[in-house]
Structures are given as C-alpha cells and as structure tokens.
C-alpha cells in the first residue's frame, strides 16, 4: 500500500480485533482517522508500522484494549505529539514500542502506570525526546533490552522513581549521548550488568557506582564510548568476579 495516502475505515465500524501488520509500510498514508473503530477490544502486531507520513494519531478507539503487541507505530517517523490517555487498561507492552518514531518531541507515559514491565527497545531511536518523566513507570519491575536506547536528544533522566526495579537488560541507556549525569539508586541489589551498560553516553563526565556494590558479574562493553568521563571510582565493584570484554573501552580521559 505504498502510494494509499488516505482511508475510510467507517465501514469497519463493527470489528473487535484487528491482526497482524494492520496498514504496514502504507508509507504515502497522511492521515488516518481511527475514530470509527468504536468496538476495538485488540490489535495484533506491527499496527499502523512505517506509516512514515502520519503527523498525528487519535488513539481513542484503543480505550478498551489491554495489551499493545509487538512494534505498534514502530518508524512513524512524523507522529510530533502522540496523546496515550486511551490506553489507560492497557497492562502488556511488547517490544519496540514506538521504536523510531524520531519525529516525537514529548511524551507522557501517565497512561501506562498499570505496566510491570518493559519489553525490548522501548522507544528505542526516538532522537527528538529531550526529556521523560519516568514517574508513571513506578511499578515497573523488569526492563528488558534496548530501554531508551539511542535517544540521543534526551539531555537529563531521573531514574529514581523506578524503586520496584529488579532486573535490567542488555543496552541499558546506551547511545543516550545527551546525558550528563545518571542517579544509578533504582539499580541497588543487582547482581549483574549486561552488555553495552550506559554504551556511548558521551557526555557523562562521572558517575557514583555506589548502588552497583552487590553486582558481582559485569558484562562486555561497560560504559564503552563514554569518552567525556573524567573519573571514576571502582571501589563498589569490589564484588566483581567475571568482567566481560571491552571493560571501558572507549573512556578516552580517563
């Protein structure tokens, strides 16, 4: 469907749920009005993917589904703004949610407070965030691979508010090159880093490993590429027994 640039869902008034790769890759699609979709329980994976021109999207029709599947709006690079109040039931988000949307400036994560955990590369490349509050994801106890990876317009981060936090993934903030500093508190009772932890944030300049003093395996590429830290003290890491390859790799002012 690459040259549809419009359509009338209204005759689909009727349908509960919505399959697999629903409009993927309509890149010519400007506008889109879901509004008639009024009885939408589901929607499968790769909804609305590469549906590179949309600006804007109203979710409203999305108000009674409770899990968002697998690269929903993944690469609609020219959503700006994106409202998510519908999706206040929603309790599952699966992989690269809204990954490369790089057109978003901001975005409240307040509709997804009832979430537990993050799947992989959550919001993974959205470039035009300079700022996110990550209060409303509280509860969340488990985030896996990629979160925030490469949001490299975000220029501060507080992580505190993620107290329940017990596992973390692979990729964790790397390519955040905005960054000048990280509160690691949310990390405290972790027994392992994985790989490419705080990879590329180039403009951290330091950074406390205090909350890190119960990890006892590193994995390859700790804080590889962060070239603007100046100093750092290993003292917590006393517990370390396995380092993986590429330990600072990259820190050139060390």
Do not use: M
């Not at 040259?3 to 399959?19: E, K, M, Q, W």
């Not at 992989?120 to 959205?126: A, D, K, V």
């Not at 220029?155 to 390519?175: M, N, R």
């Amino acid at each position: 469907c690459d040259g549809l640039t419009g359509l009338d869902v209204s005759p689909l008034a009727h349908v509960t749920s919505i399959g697999d790769g629903f409009l993927h890759g309509c890149v010519a699609l400007s506008a889109l009005d879901l509004t008639p979709l009024v009885h939408l329980t589901s929607v499968g994976d790769k909804f609305l993917h590469r549906c590179e021109g949309l600006t804007a999207l109203d979710l409203i029709p999305l108000a009674s589904v409770t899990s968002v599947n697998y690269a929903f709006l993944r690469g609609c690079v020219g959503l700006t703004a994106l409202d998510l109040t519908p999706l206040t039931r929603v309790r599952t988000v699966d992989d690269a949610f809204l990954c490369r949307c790089i057109g978003l400036t901001a975005l409240d994560l307040s509709p997804l407070s009832r979430i537990t955990t993050i799947k992989s590369y959550f919001l993974q490349g959205c470039v035009g965030l300079t700022a996110l509050d990550l209060g409303p994801l509280a509860q969340v106890t488990t985030i896996k691979r990629g979160f925030l990876q490469d949001c490299r317009g975000l220029t501060t981060l507080d992580l505190t508010p993620l107290t329940h936090l017990a596992t973390v993934g692979d990729c964790f903030l790397a390519g955040c090159q905005g960054i000048p500093t990280v509160d690691l508190t949310s990390l405290e009772g972790h027994l392992n880093v994985g790989f490419c932890f705080l990879g590329a944030c180039e403009r951290l300049t330091a950074l406390d490993l205090t909350p890190l003093a119960r990890v006892t395996h590193v994995e390859s590429s700790f804080l590889d590429g962060c070239r603007g830290i100046t100093s750092l003290d290993l003292a917590p890491l006393a517990h370390v027994t396995s380092v993986g390859d590429w330990f600072l790799e990259g820190c050139a002012r060390l």
